[in-house]
T-cell receptor, first 114, second 113 residues
Framework: AQSVTQLDSQVPVFEEAPVELRCNYS??????LFWYVQYPNQGLQLLLK??????LVKGINGFEAEFNKSQTSFHLRKPSVHISDTAEYFC????????????FGQGTRLTINP | DADVTQTPRNRITKTGKRIMLECSQT?????MYWYRQDPGLGLRLIYY???????NKGEISDGYSVSRQAQAKFSLSLESAIPNQTALYFC????????????FGPGTRLLVL
């Protein structure tokens, strides 16, 4: 079975500072990797995903993530955050061969302080 | 108009009551999913359906049932609600492709007293 661990439940940062949200996964088979964002009082929307190819993936709103197979990680980064980035961020995996079900991490609440 | 809608958006019910949460989509997707979100636990899959005739249990299906009335509609029922079913419930849809994106509704916040 697959599992996802988001190492920080809450991350407070100041506006315009860089941020990294950490995600590690466990799987005995190859996986696809995703980051979803949940803005206050909304559903989740896709931020970015890694399917294959370049290990550096760029997403919406200036976010990027790097797939590291040897460390089984998929950390999310942004060089300069804005107040509007305040949200909860979820890392998720699905196995390449199979029913395409998503397994989510626990979530990281990103709070941007002015 | 939103592509994935959920009704109601908020619901308060009492222990032992039967309730239904509804999900509709206009994206034309075959696949639909129900998740619950609890603080510190992320989202967990309750049921999923790959077409009208296909229903599958997810990670935490006990105490829940579903009905896929049409391609566009997928309902979640709590047969006899209990307080630990208090949670935020999300419906999602997808096309059925490898590495596909799931599209989420706005959620239903359920409180069981």
């Amino acid at each position: 079975a697959q599992s996802v661990t988001q190492l920080d439940s809450q991350v407070p940062v100041f506006e315009e500072a860089p941020v990294e949200l950490r995600c590690n996964y466990s799987s005995s088979v190859s996986v696809y990797l995703f980051w979803y964002v949940q803005y206050p009082n909304q559903g989740l929307q896709l931020l970015l995903k890694y399917l294959s190819g370049s290990t550096l993936v760029k997403g919406i709103n200036g976010f990027e993530a790097e797939f590291n197979k040897s460390q089984t990680s998929f950390h999310l980064r942004k060089p300069s955050v804005h107040i509007s980035d305040t949200a909860e961020y979820f890392c998720a995996v699905s196995i390449i061969q199979g029913a395409q079900k998503l397994v989510f991490g626990q979530g990281t609440r990103l709070t941007i302080n002015p | 108009d939103a592509d994935v809608t959920q009704t109601p958006r908020n619901r308060i019910t009492k222990t032992g009551k039967r309730i239904m949460l509804e999900c509709s989509q206009t994206k034309g997707h075959d696949r639909m999913y129900w998740y619950r979100q609890d603080p510190g636990l992320g989202l967990r899959l309750i049921y999923y359906s790959f077409d009208v005739k296909d229903i599958n249990k997810g990670e935490i299906s006990d105490g829940y049932s579903v009905s896929r009335q049409a391609q566009a509609k997928f309902s979640l029922s709590l047969e006899s609600a209990i307080p630990n079913q208090t949670a935020l419930y999300f419906c999602a849809t997808s096309e059925g492709l490898k590495g596909e994106t799931q599209y989420f509704g706005p959620g239903t916040r359920l409180l069981v007293l």
